[in-house]
């Protein structure tokens, strides 16, 4: 059943727009708003979006459009997929259109100072408001070119995670619902970091011993994080933690993967991101993401190791070395036994 109300998607990129196509293939109306009038307006004329998804149709249910209060205003079903370092400046100054709306942050990103998540800026900001999020293993190019794809609604309002299946279910895209809000989306924010460095040891032709290794070790820090936090860890086991760690880690697809191959053939920081030119999150959150391990204690080896390569000057080498002959660990030994 369509919706009687328009739905809103904020955000002009690879994720915003593969949102709004799905929700326009399942009938809805959708308000696909966009910073810049002269990329609507393309897209009003081609029906495409090159820069971001090239070579995808957008099709005619998608409406681009620019003003942000009256899609706000139009709207009661709100999916947020803009970059974590804009969410705020963005939405604060329309907060008050925000009330009683139901928003769906698909933003993978902490904030600084603050190491909030994105939902949790959104309640900040628009208290009145229903709110939820959508995280799972969903690269943007393959959602929009109808790969099966699985993807997980979080919140406690259970009728809001109704919703937001009811209007993205359909042929290739199917939604799960969790009530942990927090671990779905901390999970979310946290691989990108991982996937940066899954991106190094491919550009430095590492093999599938090595993959494996990360992408089970990083699950076990993220999980580790993540306990200490607070946060369920058996949420870590679904799509929006595993799931999406691993379809991160190993796809050339994802921009943070991108960055990472790009800093492990030898470019600096600066020019991985350049030649990226889209959002790649965990550059940012390996920043927060350090200091706030370090404030909590908790053993975070390849947050650490990552770190000192990009922001103290450590060479991959040495990082590699020190995080080999580190002293014995046990497997697992992150999920407590009690209490969940
Ligand atoms: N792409 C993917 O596969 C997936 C992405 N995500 C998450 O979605 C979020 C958005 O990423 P994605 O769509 O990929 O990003 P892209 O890099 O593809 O696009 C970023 C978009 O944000 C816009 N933007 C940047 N700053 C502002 C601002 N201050 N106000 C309004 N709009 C702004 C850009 O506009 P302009 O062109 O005018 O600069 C552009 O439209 C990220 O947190 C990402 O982790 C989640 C799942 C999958
Ligand atoms: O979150 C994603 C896939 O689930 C997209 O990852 P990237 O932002 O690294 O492209």
Not at 71 to 79: E, G, P, S, V
Not at 93 to 105: D, I, R, T, Y
Not at 180 to 190: I, S
Not at 317 to 330: D, F, H, S, W, Y
Request: proline share 4%; with cysteine; glycine share 10%.
């Amino acid at each position: 059943m369509t919706d009687q109300h328009p739905i809103a998607v904020l955000g002009g990129g690879s994720f915003g727009t593969a949102i709004a196509n799905l929700l326009a293939e399942n009938g809805q109306h959708v308000l696909h708003w966009m910073r810049d009038p002269e990329q609507a307006q393309a897209i009003r004329l081609t029906r495409e979006n090159p820069r971001y998804l090239k070579g995808i149709k957008i099709h005619l249910g998608v409406e681009p459009v620019t003003d942000l209060a009256a899609t706000l205003n139009a709207c009661q079903l709100i999916f947020v997929a803009l970059p974590s370092s804009a969410l705020r400046q963005a939405l604060q100054p329309v907060a008050e259109l925000l009330s009683g709306k139901q928003l769906v942050s698909t933003t993978k990103g902490i904030e600084a100072q603050s190491f909030l998540l994105m939902s949790q800026i959104l309640e900040d900001i628009a208290p009145q408001a229903r709110i939820g999020v959508l995280s799972g293993p969903n690269l943007a190019r393959e959602v929009a070119e109808h790969a099966l794809t699985a993807s997980v609604v979080a919140s406690e309002d259970e009728e809001l995670c109704q919703h937001v299946q009811a209007a993205l279910h359909g042929r290739t895209f199917r939604v799960y619902a969790s009530a942990d809000r927090f671990g779905v989306e901390l999970g979310g924010a946290l691989k990108n970091v991982y996937a940066i460095i899954a991106g190094m040891a491919a550009a430095m032709g590492m093999g599938e011993n090595t993959k494996s290794m990360l992408i089970t070790r990083a699950l076990a820090e993220m999980t580790r994080f993540a306990v200490k936090l607070g946060a369920n860890p058996m949420t870590f086991l679904g799509l929006a933690g595993v799931g999406d760690l691993i379809v991160t880690c190993s796809s050339a697809k994802s921009r943070n993967y991108q960055v990472g191959f790009a800093l492990g053939e030898g470019l600096s920081l600066e020019d991985a991101v350049a030649r990226l030119g889209e959002v790649a999150e965990g550059v940012n959150t390996i920043k927060v993401l350090k200091a706030k391990a370090e404030e909590l204690q908790v053993y975070m080896p390849l947050v650490a190791g990552l770190h000192a390569i990009l922001f103290e000057g450590r060479t991959l080498n040495q990082v590699i070395g020190a995080l080999m002959n580190a002293e014995p660990k046990t497997d697992v030994d992150f999920i407590p036994t009690t209490g969940f």
